[in-house]
């Protein structure tokens, strides 16, 4: 049977991959140590599962409003007021399936054929197929290690074209950690408010997971930007839902009502339970976010060092998420006499195969010279995978 052609211009992600052969090996009985999936390893809080219950009890199981329920997008614009100092209405707010389609909407909503995205790298996987997808031209902004994978508004400046019409990305960052404070945003902003036609869309997903002093910053604060960044964020991580697959966005309206068009057409509103279950989860005190916050500090704050006294890795500490991103070059042409180590890949199914360590290569997100590591796991797990890591490391001549 003939495949339609766009299947072609995007690979499976390599995070799902790495996460499926992982399984695989599971089932064959080994002990993989799964470090892949960005993934928290806590149960959602209780009373956002209570909340879930009492809406099906009261019959909140019919079809949604395609953009979500009404009183969700108000305890939205009630987060956004709170926690960022940002005004938004009801109207311009989008609840989805996941962030994930947040991004997918926008993008697909906004990007014709040729337009140009700028994405600085590392990025997380899914922007550039989402880009592809929509017959756009992705332009990548390497930033390396030695810049704390953070880009400086004169690479922006270099990369802006006529065709440029929309910049994506990520703070905290998946896969680095790394966090842009107010003035690297305002640097950056600067940069935009020259060129008044592009769009700026800021995935946030990881706004709870920070270990900053100075707190989460939004690119959206700035005035100059107010009518042309769209703010993606989700219940994912911070609240430990992933499996309740909710996101939202808020947008300029213009574009919120190009994404409540579209998304009529592909799913329709995100699941109802979910969402009345999600106006507990912004509305409650957010101790137990705090709670997972400071575990994944602790967890960040043993694997960092653990990584460090690793011949050749070299490391940046991630100030928000839960990824460690070593750069691991210094393994590429070596060998323990049966596997010689070519790139990122190479070294991912080795530590996969000998170590039982499930990793993810850098080049999924733009740097080959790296890997990713998730932390999203006990303390326990972290130990025994560091010692795994380093023995297996260590008989790459």
Known sequence: MKLAQRLSLFSEPQTIRMAKLARELKADGADIIDLSLGEPDFCTPRYICDAATKAMAECYTKYPPVAGFLDLREAVCRKLKRDNNLHFEPSQI???????????????????????V???????????????????????IHCGI?????????????????RTRMFIFSSPCNPTGSVYSHEELAALAAVFEKHP????VSDEIYEYINFTDGGHQSIAQFESLKDRVVVVNGFSKG????GWRLGY???PLAIAQACDKLQAQFTSGANSVAQRAAITALDADLT???AMTAAFKERRDFVIPALQEIEGMQVNIPEGAFYAFPNVRYYFGKTNGIKTIHNDEDLTMYLLHEAHISSVNGGAFGNPDCIRFSFATSMEKLQ???KRLKNALQQLH
């Open 197 to 200: 036609d592009i769009l700026v």
């Open 384 to 386: 025994e995978a560091m």
């Open 288 to 290: 137990p976010t705090e």
């Open 249 to 251: 966005m808020a947008a």
């Open 239 to 242: 609240f430990a839902m992933t």
């Open 118 to 140: 700028i994405i600085p790298t590392p990025y997380w996987v899914t922007y550039a197929s989402l880009v592809e997808l929509a017959e756009g031209r992705p332009v990548f």
């Open 146 to 162: 030695e810049q704390d994978f953070k880009l400086k508004p004169e690479q922006l400046e270099a990369a802006i074209t006529p």
């Open 94 to 116: 989008v609840v989805s399936t996941g962030a994930k389609q947040c991004l997918a909407n926008v993008v697909l909503c906004t990007i014709d054929p040729g337009d140009e």
